[in-house]
């Protein structure tokens, strides 16, 4: 019952709304109805501009500010289609009786047809609401928490519920702001700066910077025995070329770990690799930095986050070699792809130019650096 006295309602409120400047005659009538029509385009173009500073601001989606700006601008141009005909003269007769019939006969069609092909039972679904029941709509989660947090800065909590979102997405720079919001305004705990850690790491495509180091070193203080700090701390060491502390790091990292760990044949690969009493791998060896098969399945067992983290710290590694090694060809084809499949197809692009130097483009090596670039959809750079 609700439903239809609101149906009545509302195309009534429409019907006089449009003809009510149909009714309207004499030079004085149109000189206000040019007016008002001045105005309600103002108020539609002000719309339009909060949109904008809601969606800088991070309280609507992309896909909501695109809904609501073809919303607003179907209503702008239809008021400014309105104020252009109030700026003519009276229409005949004729012309205004035929508006009518077809202004009127709008709910007469309208109707009938919602209820055939709509669902006016159902309740409607406005933008606060969905914020407040986001359900699994990560979209909507994030506008939610990203609002709550513009208005209570200082919640930690928010912060730490937001930054592995934002992890989990790859949008490391918002995560490592959100982290390091979260610890501090939390304090450290092993968990929460060892994920800190993780999303600078990420952020600076695998490699342990200085501020990363001092989140794992804070972690081993509140938990001696953490594996991935020790790992991540052995790693900045071999990325460093710092072989023997490197290797004394993963020997200890291995003498430590469970016999079934899931990550000793990937520290096993590092302790050769960095054992100082061997020759250090020759160009045609497959650098250790690479996240071969076998690195992969001995990271199987380990959490998402962490598996990613080490592949991509094995790659920077890699990356770090053939700035010593420019004729490693094998080495730049499993970096290319290894940025390709990481999604990093920048870093990837940058890799190829870099191998395109050493190997020219009209070389057999340059062919199939640009061929294994072409079949994994990386743009070549100008000139190649």
Same mark, same amino acid.
């Given at each position: 019952?609700?439903?239809?006295?609101?149906?009545?309602?509302?195309?009534?409120?429409?019907?006089?709304?449009?003809?009510?400047?149909?009714?309207?005659?004499?030079?004085?009538?149109?000189?206000?109805?040019?007016?008002?029509?001045?105005?309600?385009?103002?108020?539609?173009?002000?719309?339009?501009?909060?949109?904008?500073?809601?969606?800088?601001?991070?309280?609507?989606?992309?896909?909501?500010?695109?809904?609501?700006?073809?919303?607003?601008?179907?209503?702008? %141009?239809?008021?400014?289609?309105?104020?252009?005909?109030?700026?003519?003269?009276?229409?005949?007769?004729?012309?205004?009786?035929?508006?009518?019939?077809? %202004?009127?006969?709008?709910?007469?069609?309208?109707?009938?047809?919602?209820?055939?092909?709509?669902?006016?039972?159902?309740?409607?679904?406005?933008?606060?609401?969905?914020?407040?029941?986001?359900?699994?709509?990560?979209?909507?989660?994030?506008?939610?928490?990203?609002?709550?947090?513009?208005?209570?800065?200082?919640?930690?909590?928010?912060?730490?519920?937001?930054?592995?979102?934002?992890?989990?997405?790859?949008?490391?720079?918002?995560?490592?702001?959100?982290?390091?919001?979260?610890?501090?305004?939390?304090?450290?705990?092993?968990?929460?700066?060892?994920?800190?850690?993780?999303?600078?790491?990420?952020?600076?495509?695998?490699?342990?910077?200085?501020?990363?180091?001092?989140?794992?070193?804070?972690?081993?203080?509140?938990?001696?025995?953490?594996?991935?700090?020790?790992?991540?701390?052995?790693?900045?060491?071999?990325?460093?070329?710092?072989?023997?502390?490197?290797?004394?790091?993963?020997?200890?990292?291995?003498?430590?770990?469970?016999?079934?760990?899931?990550?000793?044949?990937?520290?096993?690969?590092?302790?050769?690799?960095?054992?100082?009493?061997?020759?250090?791998?020759?160009?045609?060896?497959?650098?250790?930095?690479?996240?071969?098969?076998?690195?992969?399945?001995?990271?199987?067992?380990?959490?998402?986050?962490?598996?990613?983290?080490?592949?991509?710290?094995?790659?920077?590694?890699?990356?770090?070699?053939?700035?010593?090694?420019?004729?490693?060809?094998?080495?730049?084809?499993?970096?290319?792809?290894?940025?390709?499949?990481?999604?990093?197809?920048?870093?990837?692009?940058?890799?190829?130019?870099?191998?395109?130097?050493?190997?020219?483009?009209?070389?057999?090596?340059?062919?199939?650096?640009?061929?294994?670039?072409?079949?994994?959809?990386?743009?070549?750079?100008?000139?190649?």
């Amino acid at each position: 019952m609700l439903f239809w006295i609101a149906v009545a309602v509302m195309t009534a409120l429409v019907a006089i709304v449009l003809l009510l400047p149909l009714s309207r005659a004499g030079k004085g009538a149109a000189v206000s109805g040019a007016d008002d029509r001045a105005k309600e385009l103002a108020v539609y173009r002000d719309q339009l501009k909060e949109i904008d500073r809601d969606l800088d601001n991070g309280l609507i989606s992309p896909a909501e500010a695109d809904y609501a700006r073809a919303e607003i601008g179907r209503r702008l %141009i239809a008021a400014g289609d309105q104020a252009e005909a109030d700026r003519t003269e009276t229409r005949p007769l004729r012309r205004r009786v035929a508006e009518m019939l077809v %202004i009127l006969s709008l709910p007469a069609l309208g109707v009938p047809l919602y209820l055939l092909t709509g669902a006016p039972g159902l309740p409607d679904q406005p933008l606060e609401a969905r914020l407040e029941n986001p359900g699994q709509n990560i979209e909507l989660l994030l506008a939610k928490v990203e609002r709550h947090l513009l208005q209570n800065p200082e919640d930690g909590q928010g912060w730490e519920l937001i930054a592995p979102i934002y992890y989990r997405n790859q949008v490391f720079d918002r995560s490592v702001e959100a982290y390091r919001n979260a610890v501090r305004l939390l304090g450290p705990s092993a968990e929460r700066s060892g994920s800190f850690a993780e999303a600078l790491i990420a952020l600076d495509g695998g490699k342990v910077g200085d501020e990363a180091a001092a989140q794992l070193a804070e972690v081993l203080k509140l938990a001696p025995g953490d594996a991935r700090a020790r790992f991540y701390l052995a790693l900045k060491l071999e990325q460093e070329g710092k072989r023997a502390e490197a290797f004394a790091a993963f020997q200890a990292i291995r003498k430590d770990a469970p016999a079934d760990a899931p990550y000793l044949e990937l520290v096993d690969r590092h302790v050769a690799a960095t054992d100082p009493s061997k020759p250090a791998p020759s160009p045609e060896a497959a650098p250790p930095g690479n996240p071969e098969e076998a690195d992969i399945a001995a990271a199987a067992g380990m959490e998402a986050g962490d598996r990613q983290q080490m592949i991509m710290g094995m790659v920077e590694t890699l990356s770090a070699r053939l700035k010593n090694e420019p004729d490693n060809f094998e080495g730049w084809m499993r970096l290319v792809r290894s940025y390709a499949v990481l999604g990093m197809k920048d870093k990837a692009a940058d890799a190829l130019a870099s191998a395109l130097k050493t190997f020219p483009a009209d070389t057999d090596q340059g062919r199939q650096l640009k061929a294994l670039a072409d079949s994994m959809g990386i743009p070549a750079a100008g000139g190649m």
